[in-house]
């Protein structure tokens, strides 16, 4: 495959219509800035400031806009909220649809064949290959992706954790919380 | 459209592998695979809907079979090819 993509960029560029030095700089970017250390800030501050996780339920784009993040985030960045009662979690059974300008690029996984088509049959199962186990009565939500609407999961904020500034409660949200594969770590799972 | 993509509810492909972290791109051409894909889709030659559907009308055992930016590989072949972007004999030479 290296070598197909290699004649593809190379006919491309002679023909003008990529420049290789701004190739090198979306794969800079994907790999150095833009990830899932994103979408933990934008949770931390959702669980200090109450106006703020009121603006980000009601219109995420706009609310996380105001953050002053380096890139413009979707139009269409809907924010569903873990509570005792219910869990979310997001899939794109139709492909890979997945908010990448708060999480970065979506994992292999999220794109595989399994994580696609069982989700939205068995959540709970597909959750016990994450290792996650939730109370049975816990109502599980599934939102299913579009290349328009997009969705980060607001997972709870851990017990133990008052007090703390919004950079120690980012070091507690895991990528996959945001997706909801997993839940936000637990206070005495990160240093002081 | 229905197709082999809509893979909602389907059975049979077993457990989800997810190791605890990957990189971003698991080799090096995958990274010029996605960056040439933002870079083609802003010329606006087609756009988001487009590049979906020259993906799904994949022949379903390539689907299956191929890892994702495999997919976006071979899309973005088909789409330059369709649009005139590229010929097969410019492909076979560079």
Known sequence: ?192 | MNGIHDLGGMDGFGKVDAPPSEPPFHDAWEGRVLAMNRIMGATGEWNIDVGRYWIETLPPAVYLSSSYYRKWMLRLERLCLARGLVTETELGSG
């Open chain 1, 1 to 192: 495959m290296q070598l197909r993509v290699r004649a593809l960029e190379t006919v491309l560029t002679e023909k003008g219509y990529v420049d290789p030095a701004a190739l090198d700089r979306i794969i800079e970017a994907y790999e150095t800035r833009i990830g899932p250390h994103i979408g933990a800030r934008v949770v931390a501050r959702a669980w200090v400031d109450p106006a703020f996780k009121q603006a980000l339920l009601a219109d995420a784009s706009q609310a996380i806009e105001t953050l002053g993040l380096e890139q413009k985030v979707g139009d269409h960045l809907i924010a569903v909220e873990n509570t005792p009662s219910t869990h979310n979690m997001i899939v794109c059974t139709l492909c890979s649809c997945y908010p990448w300008d708060v999480l970065g690029l979506p994992p292999a996984w999220y794109k595989s064949t399994p994580y696609r088509a069982r989700t939205v049959k068995e959540p709970r199962a597909v959750l016990a290959d994450f290792g996650v186990t939730l109370p049975a009565d816990k109502t599980i939500r599934v939102w299913d992706s579009t290349a328009e609407t997009r969705f980060i999961v607001l997972p709870m904020r851990p017990e133990g954790t008052e007090g703390w500034s919004e950079e120690r409660l980012a070091s507690l949200v895991t990528r996959d919380s945001m997706i909801g594969t997993g839940l936000a770590k637990a206070a005495n799972e990160v240093g002081a």
